[in-house]
Each structure stands twice: as structure tokens, then as C-alpha cells.
């Protein structure tokens, strides 16, 4: 058993120590083989384009937590994300963060620096504001713990209506009661056929009027031009977004200068190099054992 690593090379230095202690062979860049039978996992953010070079191949890992930007995988080759408690941790701050930047109206405040401006608002409870969570995964779950010990009114949409703990959490068919009742709402699904274009226009409308998107989705979710259109006409206040679509924004896109809006470029999480290898390293365990392969990936969900 042997991992091929197609990563940038500061992360090599980190997991290559790990590697020779936990007895894996681990080998760096395609150049680096001589075997091609040998390679039974490869990490990457993209796969090479023929997989079919290594037969023996099992298991292609993502280095992150998403996996929509993969292609289908050969028959007999499964999908693994990436699965490390700091990646959770980073994207719950990042809500959290962007949470109480919207309803603290940060947006407005920035923009009262840029003019020099210095004007007071009403300040809002966090106690009772109702925020809804797109997701309820881990993720999902960490924020809405954080955001309910703050006193936000948490309630949760996910396919499943699967049941958490002191959330309410609506399902499948109640995405327009959801809606309804979200003042400032989170988007942390997946990229998937069902997700995709799922923010827009009629989507917005359903929200309540003011309302204020933080989107740490994934950038093909949201309809950037109705976004625009619900900004304008004040059904949305304000958002944060840290996916976009296109990723990155051109230069000359309009969301740069629109000061209802805060961007940051794909940054609520990055994978520790550390946590990243010790979940290869699970992954290669588990394939050896026979057991279930820690965030294996149904591909026909996406997810």
C-alpha cells in the first residue's frame, strides 16, 4: 500500500514524518513513481486526468472538506473528504464572525468609515433574533450551538429534517416555513444537482423583508445578479459571502463596491496539514482493515 501526495509541498514536509512513523510509504508528485501498482491512495484537490495509470488504485481523498469540484471516480475507486475537527472549527468561527458583523450591521458601519461619518444606530439583542441554518451537519451543528449560547433563535433546514438537539429542524418540505421565519440566514450545504442556482429570486422573496444572507456554501448556490435585484428592492439588507460565483469575482464585478456587501475570498477554513495527514493515514488504516472509511463520499449525492 502506498499514497501518492499531489499537494502543495510545504504540507509534504509536514506529512511525510507522519507517514514514516505510522509505517506508510507515501510518495510526493507523479514524477516520483516508479510504480504505478504500488499506489492504492492519492491525495489531491484535483485527480489527474487518466486514474486508469494506477490499477490498483482505491481511494482518491480530497484535501478538503468539499468534494464538488471532482469528477465522477472509476469503477471500484471511492471518494473520501477530508474530515478534521479544525476545519469545523474555522467555518463555525467564520459564521459566528459573520453572523454578528450582519447583525450588528457592520456593513453600514464600514461604509460610515470609508465617508468619515460618524452616526449611531439603534443596537439590536441578539436575544430572540431568529437566524436559520442551511446544513445541519457538523458544521452546521457546532454554529448553532455557538450562536444559541449568544441567545439567536436557532432553527435548521436539511434534506432529512434529521432531529438536533435544542434546534428545531425543518426538512425537505418545510423549506418555505424555514424561510419564512429566518432573519439572518446561513447557507452551509453542499454543492450538489438539488443546490445548485438554489438562491434566487423566488428563493429570496420567501425570506423576510431586511433579511441578511451569510453564505459559506459553495459560490454556485447563489444567483449573484438576484442577489443584486433583492438588495435593491430591500428584501435582503445584507450579506457575507465567502464563496462566490465566478470564484474568484472579476476585478470589474459590481459586489466589490457594493457596500451592503462583505466578501472574503474562500477563507472561513483551511485544512491543517497535521489533521489532514492523520485522516489519510485513517483512511489507509481503514482500507487495510476492512472498515468503514472515514468521510466516504456517496457520489451519487454528492456528498
Request: hydrophobic share 45%; proline share 7%.
Amino acid at each position: 500500500m502506498a499514497l501518492l501526495f499531489l499537494s502543495m509541498p510545504e504540507r509534504a514536509a509536514v506529512w511525510q514524518p507522519l507517514f514514516e512513523a505510522a509505517g506508510v510509504e507515501m510518495i510526493v508528485g507523479e514524477a516520483a513513481v516508479t510504480d504505478p501498482a504500488a499506489i492504492t491512495h492519492l491525495v489531491c484537490w484535483v485527480p489527474p486526468q487518466d486514474l486508469r495509470r494506477y490499477p490498483n488504485l482505491q481511494v482518491v481523498i480530497s484535501t478538503g472538506a468539499g468534494v464538488d469540484h471532482m469528477p465522477p471516480m472509476p469503477e471500484g475507486v471511492q471518494l473520501a473528504r477530508t474530515l478534521a475537527p479544525g476545519i469545523e472549527e474555522m467555518v463555525r468561527d467564520w459564521v459566528v464572525m459573520a453572523t454578528l458583523m450582519l447583525h450588528r450591521e457592520m456593513p453600514i458601519y464600514l461604509g460610515q468609515q470609508r465617508e468619515g461619518r460618524w452616526q449611531n444606530r439603534p443596537v439590536p439583542l441578539a436575544r430572540g433574533t431568529r437566524v436559520g441554518i442551511m446544513g445541519m451537519g457538523r458544521i452546521g451543528q457546532l454554529a448553532a450551538e455557538t450562536l444559541r449560547g449568544m441567545g439567536f433563535d436557532v432553527a435548521g433546514w436539511s434534506r432529512s429534517g434529521r432531529a438536533v438537539a435544542g434546534v428545531e429542524v425543518f426538512g425537505a418540505t418545510g423549506m418555505e416555513d424555514f424561510l419564512a421565519r429566518s432573519e439572518i440566514l446561513i447557507c452551509l450545504l453542499p454543492l450538489t444537482a438539488e443546490t445548485r442556482g438554489l438562491m434566487d429570486a423566488s428563493f429570496f422573496a420567501k425570506l423576510p423583508q431586511g433579511a441578511k444572507l451569510v453564505h459559506a456554501g459553495r459560490g454556485a448556490q447563489l444567483d449573484m445578479a438576484a442577489l443584486k435585484e433583492a438588495l435593491d428592492a430591500g428584501q435582503l439588507a445584507s450579506a457575507m459571502l465567502d464563496v462566490t460565483d465566478p470564484e474568484p469575482l472579476p476585478e470589474d464585478h459590481w459586489a466589490w463596491d457594493d457596500p451592503r456587501i462583505v466578501i472574503t475570498p474562500h477563507v472561513a477554513a483551511s485544512t491543517d496539514a497535521r489533521e489532514g495527514a492523520q485522516h489519510a493515514l485513517a483512511v489507509v488504516r481503514a482500507s487495510r482493515e476492512g472498515t468503514e472509511i472515514p468521510g466516504l463520499v456517496d457520489q451519487t449525492r454528492g456528498y
